[in-house]
């Protein structure tokens, strides 16, 4: 089993910088992809970025030039930085861990965090 922990989201305007963090228990083989997930209100949960601890990187189309995610494999955590945030990047935002298969699809993942909400204010 791995718990995911996020930390990091808060309040922002418009134009505004902000990282969040998950951090892993442990890393395993049903770990080594780790993503970012954000759901809006009375929106489906979508894919944000993910990374390998090889450091294969993804972003969605949406967040891609404005989103940077990185990693800290010894400290087994990973970081998404958000610049030049956008109303619509409002969400609740969601770590998740997977196998080296797991891709853009939620299902592709195992572990989940608890969430940590990130507020664009325009």
């Known amino acids: 089993q791995v718990q995911l922990v996020e930390s990091g989201g808060g309040l922002v305007q418009a134009g505004d910088s902000l990282r969040v963090s998950c951090t892993a228990s442990r890393r395993t083989f049903s770990s080594v992809t780790m993503g970012w997930f954000r759901q809006a209100p009375g929106k489906e949960r979508e894919f944000v970025s993910r990374i390998t601890w090889g450091r294969e990187s993804n972003y969605a189309d949406s967040v891609t030039g404005r989103f940077t995610i990185s990693g800290d494999n010894a400290k087994n955590t990973v970081f998404l930085q958000m610049n030049s945030l956008k109303p619509e990047d409002t969400g609740v935002y969601y770590c998740?861990?997977?196998?080296?298969?797991?891709?853009?699809?939620?299902?592709?993942?195992?572990?989940w965090g608890q969430g940590t909400q990130v507020t664009v204010s325009s």
């Open positions: 998740a861990a997977g196998p080296v298969t797991a891709r853009q699809e939620a299902d592709g993942y195992t572990y």
